[in-house]
């Protein structure tokens, strides 16, 4: 047995014009919570669609529990519970149905079935509603079930694709109290992606920061933070012609500003408000005209500001619309 | 774990949902043969209680003879009038589709002679109205004489149908054939293409089963389908008046039949899903497949009225088979083995290409999510 819950070697996934995952190769250890960290279209959902064996890599080699996925898949499958992006339960089945199907597809023995379901919908918080129609669920009820439905037949390893994404906070203070109880008491390696920072900080042992198809970076949360920096961050919007002048500001009272389009940020260090304090005073020594200063905690933005120069492309417009966004979606 | 378990777990799953919305499904199996029977089964079928005028000018028992022979049966319905003139102007009014003018002396010539006035801007009634006075007229050795003038009598003797009374068994059967390969393209095409935009495929697809289960499972819910619809259109069209007159081993015949169509446009229908993103452009081409299918296999119009060159397209039509098969069964009362076994052939032949069109195209689906 090996001891890794997933190993990508090389992992490569070329569509028509687009390297959607290039020369990924992660080690996975097991009963580790892993983050894959990246913006819209960073290639998150390509990896996990080929860890699933939903896609079959350009080149490079996906092992799960040390099964090959792409020879093996029934039994690779087996081991993996699955949480996808788009939140997908039945709406015209309750939530025990869903959970029946579900739990009868992974091949869970007849005996067995009706204490897994009952465990599961335990475990969700769903219990009252079992035999509810799941289209009558709120959001964050049916990602909980959903979430359950992954689990119900004790997978070792569980993959989740954004799991909470467009969810309430307690709706996500739920689902990441579940995993870290799975993860504790039942040792379950989970793999999530993510466009958040602060869960993958909160969640993880171990974070991959993924962008164009690339890991650019990996590691422990507390690394990464030592990495990038990731203090207090300070920006002030103003006019695009007043940026310049805004930047040589920061300069003046010690920041180190990067002009973006519409605003400047730089990072805050260690004695932030006194810094923006002496920004606020000479900002309106020099009658500079700006729209907004604002402090705040680090975002994903900013990790990718610090460690490729630019914006994440979402936030720039530059990715809407058309393709390979929606493409590396699997949609 | 035998991939026949997998596609029983999945055909649940689809049950479920049909069972929770068994509302839905019936309505949409009453509405659409409710419409075609009725529609149909109304047009071209013999009027009944049709109103004509008898004027008798003889009032001698053999011209109430003939005028009870007349009443006999419920096509006509007899309503006396003393004068010519006055049955005329209720001929022109529209109240009576026909006047009878039984003359005096009816009885004494050697020849008997009626005079028979047809509105035939009523061609149905006008020919219930010639084909009974005709029928009347053979019984009393008489011949129903051309009137003077104004005559305007004309006869219709041809029917696309024939005025029989299989006529509507054999609208219903053609009918069940359309409503069966309906079914199929509600019952499982549709639901492939929700099941992708739910993303529900994806979910099948993560699981450790065969990914043809999910194939088969459709296959088998939009066959259960076609059969349920086909079954609520035959007690429909069995309320209406239409007959089943083999019994059981009719209604076996044609629950064969109907499975053979639905298994094959079942397999049709996730052929074209698997090939069609969204459920609009799905459901315009499903239509525009299935309703000429319907109307070139004869369930509305016999194939023999069909022009010339429709006609090869209609021999490579199934449906052309189902309806031929089921119209066997129901108008003529039986369907020889040889025809049986040939039109079940063709059905067997065609759900075999579709299904491996269905199979190729879903192989690599899950690449297309």
Redesign the interface.
Known sequence: MTEYAIETENLVKRFANLTAVNDVSLKIKKGEIFGLLGPNGAGKSTTINMLLGLLSPTSGRVLVNGIDVHKEPARAKESVGVVTQETVVEPELTAEQNLMIFGRLYHIPKDELQGRINFALDLSDLKEFRNSYAGTFSGGMKRRLETAKALMHSPPVILLDEPTTGLDIQNRTKIWNLLREINSKQNVTILLTTQYLEEADQLCNRIGIIDHGKMIALGTPAELRQKIGMSTVIEVSADKEELVKVGQIFKKVGLEPTVLSNKVSAPGGESAVLKVEKLVSALTASKVKIHNIAMHEPTIDDVFLKLTGSEVRDSTGEMTGAGPAALLRGR | ?SIIQ?TY??F??EM??FR??IGAGIGRAIIFPALFIFLLGSFGSSPKNVPIAIVNYDNTASSLNFINALQSGNNVQVISSTTQQQAMSQLAAGTVAGVVVIPNGFASTGLHNVYVYLDNSQPQSASVVDAKVAAAAQQFNIKPLDPPPPSTVSVVTNYAYGASSNYLSSVVGGILVMVAAFGSVFGSGFTVLSDRE???L?????????KFAILLSKVASGTVQSIFSAYVGLMLGLIYGATLTTGAVGFMELLWIIFLVGLGFSALAITLATKTRQIQSYALVAQSITMPAAFLGGSFVPINLLPAFLLPVAYLDPLTYAVNAVKDIMVKGSIPLSALVFDSGVLIAFTLIMLTLAFMFFKNT??Q?
Request: hydrophobic share 45%.
């Open positions: 774990m997998d777990t999945l649940i799953r479920l949902i929770k919305n739910l993303g529900n994806k979910a099948f697809l993560t699981t450790p089963i065969n899950s690449e999510l």
